[in-house]
């Protein structure tokens, strides 16, 4: 049930913060950022339980209808807007605050095999702009 809240409350978000959207059932049918915060829901539930292989798949197929790749692992908050979303790549150890914007060709990425570590954190209320790069972690916390 609190999967469905957190998807409800994801496409009032949308909703609210694009204003070219006229209503919620738009965001439900039409906004690929929606569509792949569904996928990843659902495959970080099952990436948390070790069900790896399906989760990778279930993200996969995702990227297939949206064009947006979220690697099941990454952490992602409440209410994030992915607005124009084709390209944007988050990577497995990336974490995304609250309240977080992500528009389109971004990349939240690592530069190299680290086992540990490798994708950056965003904070809450972030925004994150058209064609940006944000590699690494930060290694001052």
């Known amino acids: 049930m609190l999967f469905l809240k957190e998807l409800y409350e994801d496409a009032k978000n949308i909703e609210k913060k694009d204003p070219a959207c006229r209503n919620i ?16 829901r659902l495959a970080h539930f099952l990436y948390r339980y070790k069900l790896l ?10 990227r297939f209808f949206t064009g947006i790749e979220i690697h099941p692992g990454a ?3 409440r209410r994030l807007f992915i607005d124009h979303g084709m390209g944007i790549v988050i990577g497995e150890t990336a974490t995304i605050g ?13 530069t190299g ?15 994150v702009g058209a064609g940006a790069k944000v590699l690494r972690p930060n290694k001052n916390r």
């Not at 292989?53 to 995702?62: D, K, P, W, Y």
Request: with cysteine; proline share 4%; glycine share 10%.
């Open 75 to 77: 952490k992602i908050g």
């Open 25 to 40: 059932f738009e965001v439900i049918i039409l906004y690929p950022g929606f569509h792949i915060l569904v996928f990843h």
């Open 98 to 110: 609250n309240d977080c914007t992500i528009y389109h060709n971004s990349t939240l990425g690592g």
């Open 113 to 127: 095999k680290d086992k540990e570590k490798r994708h950056p954190d965003l904070g809450n209320n972030v925004m």
């Open 53 to 62: 292989f399906l989760a990778r798949l279930i993200s996969q197929i995702g």
